[in-house]
């Protein structure tokens, strides 16, 4: 009996100590599970912050806009409501109007801010900047009683879908000079499906405007921005000289957006066009200076104009055409680094009887397609006319054209040029050309009174209408089969 109290002790004690062990454990439990937690948190916090570092959660402040004028306003200065909603145009107006005053003081920079800022055409200024902030989209209004009617052009005589006038573009300049259209790529969106629709069910009873045109201005610079959904062609320089189009973005949808040329300099001089990216309905850049007799006698040529480092698209036209409006005459163009994919021409000079004009100094220069079916083309029977006043004896000459560095995969007809007897093509040069081909039937480099040589190895292999010459520039064969024809539209 004695024992029995220091048993029971012990065995309290031992009784004690088993149960502290799980109590132990269970805490060690709780407190890995705290740690667990908290590193969890930690972890989310840190991936979170790393996360907005990278922009996929939480967008940065928008890039302030720089100061490129000595006087500076915003659109909402005069008004202007970025809902997609309000009307702006009297907005943009009353800026204009304002930045005009500055014009001896150095010009005037407007602002269009993060938003959506509907309007119907306005007109620019002289010495102005038109900036478009991030995220800044001007919406064309899509009815067209609200678009101005204007006169043809004088080189067309009428307007290119009907006679008599026309729809005047978006945004407009006439008689200006030292005009900016730039900003941190913000978009001028003309809404053009609305347009398209009532084209093709033929409710339009005068020619669609393009989304931007300057006419018979200078020194104007357009960069840094989008221009999507014109109406018709989307940038429209007409007897303009000196003109840079550069970092620009341009875009329509592919199929169904008719006559959504990208770029098409008319009748201008010194022109560079570089680092675009354009992708849409028609052409993606068309170089022009009037249609038949109408360019004829307005006599502006377009020359002098430079295009590199550009990328397009156009699966139902070219990606950079000549004419068909040339009669005016196209000369010293050079079209260098251009890759056109996924299009239904590669580069495409395109004329006809009636035309007059010239085409001549025309090189291209390291030009690659990819899954292009025509590369280049020159076409000589491109028979649209303003009306029957155009005389068919008027014959546009082409010359002095050179292709060199010419590259490209999955074409199915590599070259396509269709002289006639009126209109032969001459002075024609390829040199260090290779283009891949889907499509082995014999005739896939066709030609039709051609003149010219062909420098070194070509593949494919070369029309028998070209003179042969090595790469030091002998003769090897001259060709005697010049006017010969294996043109085939079938493939």
Sequence with gaps: ???????????????????????????????????????????????????????????????????????????????????????????????????????????????????????APFNLTSHITLFLAEDAVILGADDEKLWTLMPPLPSYGAGREHPGPRYGSLIHGQNLTDVIITGHNGTIDGQGNAWWKKFRQK?????????????????????????????????????????????????????GAPNTDGINPDSCENMVIEDCYISVGDDGIAIKSGWNQYGITYGRPSKNIFIRNVVIRSMVSAGVSIGSEMSGGVSNVTVENLLVWSSR??????????????????????VTFDNVRVGIVIKTDYSEHPDEGYDPKALPIL????????????????????????????????????V?????????????????????SIFPSPCVNLDRYDEQGQLIKRSINQNITNIDYDF
């Design 399 to 434: 010359q002095d054209i050179s292709f060199t560095g010419i590259y490209g995969q999955g074409v199915r007809v590599p070259v396509r040029i269709n002289g006639s007897e009126e209109i032969p093509v001459r002075n024609v040069t390829f040199h260090d050309m290779s």
């Design 345 to 366: 021409r590669g580069v495409r000079i395109k004329t006809s009887p009636g035309r007059g004009g010239y085409v001549r100094r025309i090189t291209y220069r390291n």
């Design 203 to 255: 409710l339009l009873k005068h020619t669609r405007g393009p989304l931007v045109q300057i006419m018979r201005s200078s020194n104007i610079q357009i960069s840094n921005i989008t221009l999507r959904n014109s109406p018709f062609w989307t940038l429209h320089p007409f007897d303009c000289k000196n003109i840079t189009i550069t970092g620009v973005t341009i875009l329509a949808p592919i199929f």
């Design 1 to 119: 009996m004695v024992e029995t109290p220091r048993f029971r002790r012990n065995h309290h004690h031992r009784s004690d100590s088993k149960w502290s062990i799980p109590l132990f454990l269970s805490s060690q439990k709780t407190l890995w599970t705290l740690l667990w937690i908290v590193g969890f948190v930690s972890m989310f916090i840190w991936q979170r912050n790393v996360i907005d570092g990278l922009l996929v959660f939480r967008k940065s402040p928008p890039k302030p806009i720089p100061k490129l004028r000595p006087f500076v306003f915003n659109l909402t200065d005069f008004g202007g409501i970025g809902d997609g909603k309000t009307m702006n145009t009297k907005a943009f107006e009353k800026a204009v109007a304002s930045i005009a005053k500055f014009g001896k003081k150095g010009g005037g920079q407007l602002n269009v801010q993060a938003g959506n800022w509907l309007t």
């Design 436 to 456: 891949g081909i889907t499509y082995k039937k014999k005739h896939i480099f066709q030609c039709a009174f051609v003149q010219g040589r062909v420098i070194g």
